[in-house]
């Protein structure tokens, strides 16, 4: 199997993914997934497009991960991940991914700070007089 790559993004965080066969391992930015992530909720963020396909142990990942918080990191990966898993077989792996929501991505960004106000809706408190 050749190298397959796909991209996945999330507010501003984006994450470039790298398919090889292989035993599973995931290598984010140089540091094991434990390390990179040392949080289990968001390890199984990034596990649960390969956990829902039964692909756990079939594939090594290479992933680039930049921008944006933690959170934003791990699901910006799942989406990559799934998008992945699709250009490798699409057949097998697109409906089950589809039904699960992994390969829509989650287009709400932060809103931007206005000028003359604290923050992008807050507004000072109004006073009549």
Same mark, same amino acid.
């Given at each position: 199997m050749e190298k397959v790559n796909a991209l996945g993004r999330r507010k501003s965080a984006v994450a470039r993914v790298y398919v090889n066969s292989g035993k599973g391992n995931i290598t984010i930015?140089?540091?094991?997934?434990?390390?990179?992530?040392?949080?289990?909720?968001? @390890?199984?963020?990034?596990?649960?497009?390969?956990? %829902?396909?039964?692909?756990? /142990?079939?594939?090594?990942? =290479?992933v680039n991960l930049d921008g944006g918080g933690i959170k934003g990191q791990?699901?910006?990966?799942?989406?990559?991940?799934?998008?992945?898993?699709? @250009?490798?077989d699409a057949e097998a792996y697109r409906? %089950?991914?589809?039904?699960? /929501?992994?390969?829509?991505? =989650?287009?709400?960004?932060?809103?931007?700070?206005?000028p003359g106000q604290p923050g992008a809706r807050r507004r000072f408190q109004f006073s009549k007089r």
């Open positions: 930015n140089g540091k094991e997934l434990n390390v990179y992530f040392p949080d289990d909720s968001l @390890k199984y963020i990034v596990m649960q497009p390969l956990t %829902v396909t039964n692909t756990q /142990g079939n594939f090594d990942i =290479d791990a699901e910006a990966l799942r989406l990559a991940i799934s998008r992945a898993l699709c @250009k490798i409906s %089950v991914l589809k039904k699960e /929501g992994f390969l829509s991505r =989650d287009a709400r960004e932060v809103e931007r700070k206005k």
